[in-house]
């Protein structure tokens, strides 16, 4: 391995990771409660139909020198006629946007437990990796097309 980072997930878990001399990442270690499906390091238990599994790529947030952060961003699709509770939801995450088209805000969470208090409510219907907003972005008014818009 030419380097060993140390991987922070927004779930506050650490993931060693090393980058080899060809410049690809491996995950070297990760805790017990974590299951590692190739370069994804996902809590077990966690529900994937409602968390974008990108949140938790530990090549991209090596490659991208996203691996030490302090917030993550998150786009966060929710139910329209929970609107009302989302302000609520939010609690400490910082909402940045509320998308005026879709029914949708982008936030900045701590990682840690504020994470699962965030995700275990029933006010939305997916959180999205906001690193990559673009292609979040299109993937939240695809699920959105699908799923509130289309019936």
């Known amino acids: 391995m030419r ?3 140390n991987v922070r997930l927004i779930t506050g878990h650490e993931i060693l990771a090393g980058v080899a001399k060809d410049g690809g990442v491996r995950i070297l270690s990760a805790p017990k409660d974590i299951e590692v499906l190739g370069k994804h390091t996902v809590p077990k238990g966690l529900d994937l139909r409602k968390v974008d599994r990108n949140i938790f790529n530990v090549e991209y947030f090596v490659r991208e020198g996203y691996a030490e952060m302090k917030e993550y961003p998150l786009i966060v699709v ?7 509770e989302l302000a609520k939801t939010i609690g400490k995450a910082k909402a940045v946007k509320e998308f005026g088209i879709i029914p949708a ?6 990682p840690g437990e504020e994470f699962y208090a965030f995700g275990s409510t029933d006010v939305a219907r997916k959180y999205w990796d906001g690193l990559a907003i673009g292609a979040a972005l ?3 008014i695809l699920i959105i097309g699908e799923n509130v818009c289309g019936g």
């Open 3 to 5: 380097e060993k980072i």
């Open 78 to 84: 929710f139910k329209p006629e929970k609107r009302g």
């Open 138 to 140: 299109a993937g939240c």
């Open 105 to 110: 805000y982008a936030v900045r969470i701590s």
